[in-house]
T-cell receptor
Framework: LAKTTQPISMDSYEGQEVNITCSHN???????ITWYQQFPSQGPRFIIQ???TKVTNEVASLFIPADRKSSTLSLPRVSLSDTAVYYC?????????????FGTGTLLAVQP | DTGVSQDPRHKITKRGQNVTFRCDPI?????LYWYRQTLGQGPEFLTY????????KSRLLSDRFSAERPKGSFSTLEIQRTEQGDSAMYLC?????????????FGPGTRLTVT
């Protein structure tokens, strides 16, 4: 199965840029890489999705190298409300491409 | 549209009992997913429907688990003969996706406690 790993936690201050990396060594060839944010006792919320190179939307950027074995979520100028757990989601190359694997999750703590 | 809804939000049951959860996806979404999440862990994929067809099931979904999506609308997840290890948050998500895109919208989850 695909193994997706992330740093367990990260600390930041308000106004800083935060980069969270996910390693996915066995990603399915045609699958997109998707990132989610989750607050306690809530379902995950979609942030951004990409296939390769760079994608940017109004809240984040996603950087994907050519080999697609990792991806980096970039949050510009974080605020206290960005304190949450962040997950990457990829499809598994080992089995059916519809079998989805969430990363281990990164707890981002933003301090004033 | 009010988003993905799940019912009930909380369920406490005794070991050995059967439970059923319901998920109502966003109305125009063709895909529906079920996940299980335990405390401190990421969601674990259980199963996935495209319209009414169940396209994939995880090995985590033992014979005691079954999911349906009649007519490609709402879905139910049933757990028979519950065990304490089934205690978790059960999340449903839906998407209107083509191909290998996984932009999903999640419901609030059903928290199951097996005593």
């Amino acid at each position: 199965l695909a193994k997706t790993t992330q740093p367990i936690s990260m600390d930041s201050y308000e106004g800083q840029e935060v980069n969270i990396t996910c390693s996915h060594n066995n990603i399915a060839t045609n699958d997109y890489i998707t990132w989610y944010q989750q607050f306690p006792s809530q379902g995950p919320r979609f942030i951004i999705q990409g296939y390769k190179t760079k994608v940017t939307n109004e809240v984040a950027s996603l950087f994907i190298p050519a080999d697609r074995k990792s991806s980096t979520l970039s949050l510009p100028r974080v605020s206290l409300s960005d304190t949450a757990v962040y997950y990457c989601l990829v499809g598994d190359k080992g089995g059916a491409t519809n079998k989805l694997i969430f990363g281990t999750g990164t707890l981002l703590a933003v301090q004033p | 549209d009010t988003g993905v809804s799940q019912d009930p939000r909380h369920k406490i049951t005794k070991r050995g009992q059967n439970v059923t959860f319901r998920c109502d996806p966003i109305s125009e979404h063709n895909r529906l997913y079920w996940y299980r999440q335990t405390l401190g862990q990421g969601p674990e994929f259980l199963t996935y429907f495209q319209n009414e067809a169940q396209l994939e099931k995880s090995r985590l979904l033992s014979d005691r688990f079954s999911a349906e999506r009649p007519k490609g609308s709402f879905s139910t997840l049933e757990i028979q003969r519950t065990e304490q290890g089934d205690s978790a948050m059960y999340l449903c998500a839906s998407s209107f996706s083509q191909g290998h895109s996984y932009e999903q919208y999640f419901g609030p989850g059903t928290r199951l406690t097996v005593t």
